[in-house]
């Protein structure tokens, strides 16, 4: 199988503090790891695309001193959502894809974080 | 930039055939995805097309690919309650997926 994990699977915290999100492949290797953000009834957005080894590639619009990305294997990835404020409130969802994709750009999906900062 | 649009909501009655509808912009995807998001999880794969091709089936699953009018559709035969959920197209765009806005699937008995 191709399964990606998302921990934690809720998370409540204070405005301010800062919150981190880890996304494992758990049985394949991942060179590219994405972070995606979702509102309620709404699509995912894509906010950056995470590479082993290397620094993320933000999309425009997305704080990158705010959403603080590493990945540091072929297997993980964190999102740290730094000072957290309500409208940071959100579905946050990884996904990975597998080393030999290839041209195919299948990403296997993580089971979501649910982030409500009070 | 890359912009794929769905229609928001589709009801359908148990056993009924369901067509999910999907546009998109860009003329040089590579693929074309369809994905099921259940209530507070993440979503699932359901099937993908190879932008060469017009159609592909899978069991349930079809998936028609109208490249000329950048339209993709995916049709659920005897659709069950197990089948509501968000369906979300996607465009294959580069090297990143472009999500639609989703279409809520309701069956009802």
């Known amino acids: 199988g191709a399964v990606v994990s998302q921990h934690p699977s809720w998370v409540i915290c204070k405005s301010g503090t800062s919150v981190k999100i880890e996304c494992r492949s758990l049985?394949?290797?991942?060179?590219?790891m994405f972070w995606y953000r979702q509102f309620p009834k709404q699509s995912l957005m894509l906010m950056a695309t995470s590479n082993e080894g290397s620094k993320a590639t933000y999309e425009q619009g997305v704080e990158k001193d705010k959403f603080l990305i590493n990945h540091a294997s072929l297997t993980l990835s964190t999102l740290t959502v730094t000072s957290a404020h309500p409208e940071d409130s959100s579905f946050y969802i990884c996904?990975?894809?597998?080393?030999?994709?290839?041209?195919?750009?299948?990403?296997?999906f993580g089971p979501g974080t649910r982030l409500t900062v009070l | 930039g890359e912009d794929v649009e769905q229609s928001l909501f589709l009801s359908v009655r148990e056993g009924d055939s369901s067509v999910i509808n999907c546009t998109y912009t860009d003329s040089s995807s590579t693929y074309l995805y369809w994905y099921k998001q259940e209530p507070g999880a993440g979503l699932q794969l359901l099937t993908y097309i190879f932008s060469n091709m017009d159609m592909k089936q899978d069991q349930r699953l079809t998936v028609l690919l109208n490249k000329k009018d950048k339209h993709l559709s995916l049709r659920i035969a005897d659709t069950q309650t197990g089948d509501s959920a968000i369906y979300f197209c996607?465009?294959?765009?580069?090297?990143?997926?472009?999500f639609g806005t989703g279409t809520r699937l309701q069956v009802f008995p």
């Open positions: 049985d394949f290797q991942a060179t590219t």
């Open positions: 996904s990975a894809r597998k080393f030999e994709s290839g041209t195919y750009n299948e990403q296997f």
């Open positions: 996607a465009d294959g765009f580069t090297d990143k997926l472009i």
